[in-house]
């Protein structure tokens, strides 16, 4: 898809919105709105252009996992803390389907018995609709270069945090870290890092895009669920 002139002022009009649903909403809606709902935020053209976003297909072949159904059962995250610089800072709620939370909880209970020191949800279980945002947001950071945007942030529906059943979870530190790829490198050396490498597997987490994968950027915050562990 070409990124022209045109379409640039759209997403850009676009992100400003989608800050404005994401501070104006208390109910973090926006990690379980569907495409149809979201649509309804946007004018005629701001459409037509998200809905050329949902055509493109990924060259690799990723499983779809862009499914909303009514009987998905979620838990909410609301008080997930990290501190940096001398700062408390709480992130927006995370949602994460019922099995996926149990596991996660006794997880991070117990790396906090075992090394005392805690992991914070970063990010869990998102809708198509908020994948489309999110993509867009990321397009803009990029200066609109599409290619690199999509080897950080997957397509609605395409990402493994859009599976309700298998969902993936973005893992940091108490210190928040990492909050961006320059942080990757700390990250690896973190206790934490190292515990879940070595026991993640037992709670049914499994990293899925180690270094040099063919799909994104080497990410080791990113753990899915797989459930074939002691859960
Ligand atoms: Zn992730």
């Known amino acids: ?18 800050k404005f649903l994401q501070t104006s909403s208390k109910k973090n809606f926006l990690v379980i709105l569907p495409i149809k709902k979201i649509l309804y935020y946007f004018n005629k053209k701001e459409k037509e252009i998200l809905r050329k976003f949902l055509k493109l297909k990924p ?45 996660f909880n006794s997880m991070r209970k117990t790396m906090q018995k075992e090394i005392k020191k805690t992991i914070v949800l970063e990010s869990g279980y998102r809708s198509i609709g908020y994948q489309l945002l999110i993509l867009i947001q990321e397009l803009i950071n990029n200066k609109f270069n599409l290619e690199k945007t999509l080897k950080k ?62 799909y994104y950027i080497f990410e080791p915050w990113h753990w899915r669920y797989l459930g074939n562990g002691n859960n």
């Not at 997930?80 to 596991?103: C, M, N, T």
């Open 153 to 214: 942030i997957a397509l609605p529906g395409f990402s493994e945090h859009n599976d309700y059943f298998k969902t993936a979870i973005d893992i940091i530190t108490q210190n928040g870290i990492p909050l961006n790829e320059k942080e990757s490198k700390i990250f690896l050396k973190t206790d934490e890092y190292l515990w879940l490498v070595k026991n993640a597997n037992k709670f049914g987490f499994y990293q899925s895009f180690p270094k040099n994968n063919k």
């Open 59 to 103: 060259k690799n072949k990723l499983t779809y996992f862009g499914d909303v159904r009514k009987n998905f059962k979620f838990v909410v995250l609301k008080n997930e803390i990290y501190y940096r610089d001398g700062k408390k800072i709480k992130l927006y709620s995370q949602y994460l389907p019922f099995h996926v939370y149990k596991a």
């Open 1 to 18: 898809m070409q990124i022209n002139k045109e379409i640039k002022i759209v997403l850009l009009n676009i992100d400003k919105k989608f």
